[in-house]
């Protein structure tokens, strides 16, 4: 889900918080694509709950709970293995982004590209 600057600023009561419950095969998909080899076999769900909260006209906190349930390749015997993982994280955006800031990309923020990219960081190196 993609938030432009002027969705958020719209939004009267804060926090705000969903769901979201999409497919990301698309985002394994296309690092399949690409040629990149991973370990991740397959994706088997991803629940994810998105709290937002507002520090200033431009500047906007997400907090994400992510429990993902992923297939892993075994780092031994190269046999698929479920791999479950709990994240909590919190990412502060901006306009004018401080230290520890992230930016707008152009004058949104896609909250699905951000869930993936904090799974991918989190995989663990050996199952």
């Known amino acids: 889900m993609k938030w432009s600057l002027q969705q958020l600023q719209k939004i009267t009561k804060f926090p705000y918080a969903f769901k979201i419950e999409s497919d990301f095969h698309r985002f394994l998909d296309e690092i399949k694509d690409t040629g990149t080899e991973t370990d991740i076999l397959d994706i088997l769900s991803v629940e994810c709950e998105v709290s937002i909260s507002k ?11 992510i429990v993902a349930k992923l297939l892993l390749e075994c780092a031994l015997t190269l046999e698929p293995v479920e791999y479950n993982m709990n994240l909590q994280v919190s990412e502060t955006y901006s306009k004018d982004p401080e230290e520890d800031m992230y930016a707008f990309e152009g004058n949104s923020i896609d909250t699905e590209l951000a869930v993936w990219s904090n799974i991918v960081i989190n995989i663990p190196i050996r199952v």
Request: net charge negative.
């Open 55 to 65: 520090i200033d006209f431009q500047t906007y906190k997400f907090d994400y709970s």
